[in-house]
């Protein structure tokens, strides 16, 4: 059964950065799509960045939202997806989750982003 643990969340002001990890363990992530996933307070889920199976071309896609300050890569040795994200806004404070995409292993705990001054 495939575990994912995310971490490197926290409280940042606007403006600011932070790099998300996904640890993924029982899966190969590089066979996958993977895609991280925000959950803002009393709104569903959404996808902020997916990168493609590496056998695929690894490429990326994001949202408006996000596009250009959003960044997912890998570390296939480590299996290991990250979320660079830049120039943070007061509306991107919400719990990211990794997954692949589309969404079909069990969701971690996520990490809760905070965007305030």
């Known amino acids: 059964q495939v575990q994912l643990v995310e971490s490197g969340g926290g409280l940042v002001q606007p403006g600011g950065s932070l790099r998300l990890s996904c640890a993924a363990s029982g899966s190969i ?19 902020v960045a997916t990168v493609a199976a590496v056998a695929s071309g690894g ?6 939202s996000v596009k250009g300050r959003f960044s997912i890569s890998r570390d296939n ?14 509306e991107d404070t919400a719990v990211y989750y ?12 996520g990490t809760q982003v905070t965007v305030s001054s």
């Open 77 to 90: 040795a480590k299996n290991t997806v990250y979320l660079q994200m830049n120039s943070l806004k007061p």
């Open 59 to 64: 490429s990326t896609y994001y949202p408006d």
């Open 29 to 47: 992530f590089s066979r996958y799509a993977v895609g991280w996933y925000q959950q803002a307070p009393g709104k569903e889920r959404e996808l």
């Open 98 to 109: 990794c997954n692949f995409n589309p969404p079909r292993a069990r969701w971690g705990q």
